[in-house]
């Protein structure tokens, strides 16, 4: 049997405020990857002078030390990477932690796993035969790692019935294989990102090394509440695309709506005093659910936040007084139900406030120019179903 030929590899590791693991870490993954040609590749978004660590422990490291600084944190953690995978001198990419808890003796694991052929991603696992997740601490931790792996999995069957884990920070993946510029990450879960849209021409294939994932040595960890609210949203426009999403945030507003009005009313408010708070309270909540999850990447071409939220408040306030009206129309005129008048009229709301926001409250300034300088034929109709087209059956998986 020949040798496996290990290919050139990028070892990508985004840092936060990681600089006492440096020196170690360049050592440890030197030793691993001391015969093969390779690269240390850091992407910083420190506040504790990291970046100059790595500029000293890379002066006299045996491998090619390379440290980029961001001031942005655009995407956070998942957006270093994406980085990382497009500043890369070599297509085979391995991406790492910085603090110590991905072992780099794993290194020449997945890269001779990889040289077998047959994979354009090699995941780290901590759920496979010889893995380990005890470096996650608390029982608590294993125990919400465990079930928002169980639900990704449910979501992205087709893609992710190969991979024990695909929420494992620590994996090898091919850039050649990938569409980088497609990826659109958010917070921690890049592998999640790679599997589900940076393989949308082609099904990636998946192998898996064991992962004896280890305790922090130092820093605290990144994981918060905030991460775990940008997860689940991040999941669901992966799934559903902005429309699910935004449907998501509206149906989370009706139940707010009617907690509002069950409590105002049960303290003796009249019933529609206690609808018109409701109604407000949920649309200035909707609105800031928006701002975060569903339109955040167009928030920067956007109108100014106080146009936005106007524009917002104007229309679901206008569309809040017309709907019942409509509905009552239709019981009237049409002998139908009230409760299926009701359901339709809901569907046309939820369309008509999608609509709107993705094309007049989140349109960028820019395009608006540029519309206004250049005339089309296109009608309405057809400005409105490619508005659909564009905005709500991306990149979901169908």
């Known amino acids: 049997m020949s040798a496996l030929i290990v290919p050139p590899v990028t070892v990508i590791v985004p840092t936060f405020n990681e600089r006492e693991n440096i020196a170690e870490l360049v050592d440890r993954i030197v030793a691993a990857l001391h015969d093969a040609t390779a690269e240390i590749l850091f992407i910083d978004d420190s506040t504790d002078g990291t970046i100059d660590e790595i500029a000293r422990v890379g002066a006299s490291a045996a491998l090619?030390?390379?440290?980029?600084?961001?001031d942005d944190n655009i995407g956070g953690l998942g957006g270093a990477v994406t980085l990382g995978l497009a500043e890369a001198a070599h297509d085979v990419c391995i991406v790492m932690d910085g603090d110590l808890q991905h072992p780099p003796e794993l290194l020449s694991a997945m890269l001779a796993r990889y040289a077998r052929g047959d994979a354009d991603v090699v995941a780290a696992s901590r759920y496979i035969g010889g893995g380990d997740s005890a470096g996650l601490g608390t029982a608590v931790r294993l125990g919400v790692s465990k079930a928002a792996t169980a639900i990704t999995k449910a979501m992205f069957l087709r893609r992710l019935w190969r991979s024990t884990d695909p929420m494992t920070g620590f994996f090898l993946v091919d850039r050649s294989r990938i569409d980088v510029p497609d990826l659109r990450p958010q917070g921690f879960k890049?592998?999640?990102e790679i599997l589900v849209r940076g393989g949308e021409r082609r099904e990636l294939r998946i192998?898996?090394?064991p992962l004896e994932f280890a305790s922090r040595r130092h820093g605290a960890s990144k994981a918060s509440l905030r991460q775990g609210a940008t997860f689940l949203a991040h999941l669901a426009r992966l799934r559903f695309g902005k429309m699910g999403l935004f449907a998501v945030i509206g149906g989370?507003?009706?139940?707010?709506?009617?907690?509002?009005?069950w409590a105002l009313t049960h303290l003796g408010m009249a019933y529609v005093s206690a609808a018109i708070i409701?109604?407000?309270?949920?649309?200035?909540?909707n609105f800031v659910l928006q701002e975060l999850f569903v339109f955040r990447d167009?928030?920067?071409d956007a109108p100014r936040l106080w146009v936005r939220l106007l524009a917002s408040l104007s229309f679901n306030s206008v569309e809040a007084a017309l709907r019942i009206?409509?509905?009552?129309l239709m019981v009237e005129s049409w002998h139908i139900s009230s409760v299926l008048?009701?359901?339709i009229s809901l569907v046309v709301a939820f369309f008509a406030r999608f609509l709107f926001h993705a094309l007049v409250v989140y349109a960028p300034r820019r395009r608006r120019a540029d519309v206004a300088q250049e005339p089309t034929t296109d009608t309405a109709a057809v400005r409105i179903i490619r508005a659909i087209d564009a905005e709500a059956m991306r990149p979901g998986e169908l």
Do not use: D, S
């Open 190 to 192: 890049i592998l999640l």
């Open 64 to 70: 090619p030390v390379r440290g980029i600084h961001r």
């Open 341 to 343: 008048a009701t359901a």
């Open 298 to 300: 167009e928030r920067r």
């Open 278 to 285: 409701g109604a407000a309270a949920t649309i200035v909540g």
């Open 252 to 261: 989370v507003g009706a139940v707010a709506n009617v907690a509002i009005m």
């Open 207 to 209: 192998a898996e090394v």
């Open 325 to 328: 009206p409509v509905m009552a």
